[in-house]
């Protein structure tokens, strides 16, 4: 398995979650990290050996991400909104997963 540094994937995916929700929270779509995400260093983890349950809570974060960021590119402000306690609820449950890991 690729070694990975737990601590600072959490630290960025929460570093990173806490800028989307504070962009979303002042309604300031355009100054959200849209695509941070998309350069997670994890985001290919299916090659880093790291447990298929792993894999798929991280894939579930990234998924919401772009759903949101899709649906309030589109106007659908109030759709994302929606969405954003389960994206809160896959970044703990991805932070537990890595915890586990230790």
Request: hydrophobic letters at 45%.
């Amino acid at each position: 398995m690729k070694a990975i540094d737990i601590d600072e994937t959490i630290r960025l995916h929460v570093k990173w979650r806490r800028q989307f929700l504070n962009a979303f929270a002042g309604g300031n779509y355009v100054d959200m990290p849209l695509s941070d995400h998309r350069a997670c260093h994890l985001l290919g983890c299916k090659e880093s050996g790291l447990p298929a349950e792993v894999v798929a809570v991280h894939q579930r974060f990234h998924a919401l991400a772009d759903e949101i960021v899709e649906l309030s590119q589109n106007g659908l402000g109030d759709s994302a909104d929606l969405l954003l306690p389960e994206l809160n609820e896959a970044a703990h449950q991805f932070a537990a997963a890595l915890d586990q890991l230790r």
